[in-house]
């Protein structure tokens, strides 16, 4: 990778300068590949740049830094729109989408990067549409990697039964209501805190993010205390 390319996610993510020079390298090395494995589409006049690829990929390899699989094997496509766009599945307006059926992720530009620059306030597109990847991808796969994911997720989603456990995350104001929609939508809000403001879920939800924490095999609290290397 070249020191431009390195800057440039540097710039934009602290997660990245928390890492070891060791893991520098291979996030940088995972960011290449997951590049190489996907096509960058532009649409309504946006001409994808390396910048636009570097920060989605790099999005994508945090998320699974923890994990041994990190490329998304259902999707091939990442289209991008200008801003918020009408999507021709569902005739609506939207920042964001994932169309396992397609394999094709979609990002309106402006969002994606409002979620970048804003790193705190656990509004984060490209974490939330990448994670609805990984989660479809995981679903047709026999990977190692996505049995456990999948299996934590699943001893995530019977531990929330609990009545008690439910009015504790309803009273502490912390995950935002769109996550209660379905299990879909409920996972990429839990990751989209979990990346942000990992501190504060410890410390509000401290059960809830240590299973977070198993299903993504990283401890994002952890990491996110260490000086940058």
Known sequence: MY???RAIIAEN?????NLSIIDKRYFEHRVLR???????????????????EL????????????????LFSQFENIVIYPKNYRSKVTNKR?????????GTIVFSWDDFMNGIEIEDNNLN?????????????????????????????SALLERLKDKKLQ?????????????????FEFLSVVVEHFFETPHEFNQKLPEVYKMVKRMMNLDTLKMMSKPSA
């Open 13 to 17: 993510f602290s997660f990245y300068n």
């Open 94 to 102: 939207h920042q964001g989408e994932t169309n396992p059926r397609l």
């Open 55 to 70: 920060l989605i990929a790099s999005t994508a390899v945090m998320l699974t830094f923890g994990m041994r699989r990190y």
């Open 34 to 52: 997951f590049i190489d494995s996907h096509n960058f589409i532009g649409r309504d006049g946006v001409v994808v740049t390396k910048k636009m």
């Open 125 to 153: 597109l490209g974490l939330h549409e990448l994670t609805h990847a990984l989660h479809f991808s995981f679903l047709k796969e026999k990977s190692f990697t996505s049995v456990v994911f999948l299996d934590h997720f």
């Open 3 to 5: 020191g431009a390319q």
């Open 167 to 183: 009015r504790k995350i309803v009273e502490s104001g912390y995950l935002r209501e769109y996550g209660f929609s379905n299990q």
